[in-house]
């Protein structure tokens, strides 16, 4: 649409968890450490929690990516399971055979096997789960009985949840008090700051391939960070907005009235009262009438 227009090599601002895109801001670079640190000590829960879009699952992919080779992964994107599909995808996760065929006790007895097995070749094992908001109360039970599995000097299974602010409030009920001190390293992730943001922007248009002028200045990067609160998706949101009212438009940068164009044009981002739908219809259709202008202005 915009590429290249501006000179760039791929759109800088999707909402897919890249880690190519990763900056490494001091949030994110922290819950990595600890969540590192954590492993190789060999604990049995870690817990990191942010709001939505604060960039948890694109942590939970750089972890992926950076484990070292002597841990053995099993990651669940979506455990709104009920404790016998949470056993069964951990099973499959782990390499166990007919995972979906066995009953419950058969099950469980080689997912202990599965993880002697690959404790005496010098493996350690860890379960992630993104999303860990939304396990079911039988199911975060059954996790915590996983983490029952050990010898006497380390666990054989630890686990990592990646989850929304929710899941502490869960934790804070009394019916949870056993997992909850089972935790022992919690990370929360907080917004990015007004000069994050600036670097944030910046960094991924950078990476992908823009080698021009800013197309942001400062002070229209500060009016994003308010908007958005810092929350990394919406900076996303409203920078590939403003891109295209700008490209649109025929400019080279983008400036306020496009970032006013692109606040209307999104729910979640901080306003003056909520809108209605009629207004977010129009400011849809504003949008999409000013990048056809660009369009058919280009084709003359």
């Not at 949870?176 to 700051?193: D, E, G, H």
């Not at 901080?270 to 259709?285: D, N």
């Amino acid at each position: 649409m915009y590429l290249y227009h501006y000179g760039l090599s791929e759109l800088p601002f999707t909402l897919t968890p890249n880690t190519s895109f990763y900056l490494g801001l001091q949030p994110h670079n922290e819950a990595l450490n600890v969540l590192l640190v954590a492993l190789k000590n060999g604990e049995g829960f870690i817990k990191v929690v942010g709001e939505v879009g604060t960039g948890k699952t694109l942590i939970c992919r750089k972890l992926l990516n950076e484990i070292p080779d002597h841990f053995v992964t099993a990651y669940i994107p979506n455990p709104y399971l009920n404790p016998d599909e949470l056993r069964r995808a951990v099973a499959t996760e782990l390499g166990v055979k007919q995972a979906q065929r066995m009953n419950v006790q058969l099950l469980s007895q080689r997912i202990q096997e599965r993880l002697l097995e690959l404790h005496s070749k010098g493996h350690s094992v860890v379960l992630i789960l993104d999303e860990a908001q939304a396990l079911p109360e039988e199911s975060l039970e059954a996790l915590r009985l996983f983490t029952n599995l050990e010898t006497e000097s380390r666990k054989l299974l630890q686990v990592v949840l990646f989850a929304q602010p929710e899941l502490d409030e869960r934790l804070n009920e009394k019916r949870f008090r056993q997992l909850k001190q089972r935790i022992t390293f919690s990370y929360k992730l907080r917004p990015m700051t007004n000069t994050e943001v600036e670097n944030y922007i910046r960094h991924r248009l950078t990476i992908a391939g823009y080698k021009g002028e800013p197309l942001f200045d400062s002070q229209t990067c500060k009016s994003i960070a308010r908007v958005s609160g810092g929350i990394p998706r919406l900076v996303n949101v409203l920078c590939h907005k403003m891109l295209m009212l700008s490209y649109g438009q025929g400019k080279q940068k983008v400036n306020k009235k496009d970032l006013n164009l692109a606040v209307k044009d999104t729910e979640s981002v901080e306003k003056k009262g909520r809108m209605t739908m009629p207004v977010v219809m129009i400011s849809t259709a504003i949008i999409l009438l000013v990048i056809a202008i660009g369009y058919f202005k280009g084709m003359l």
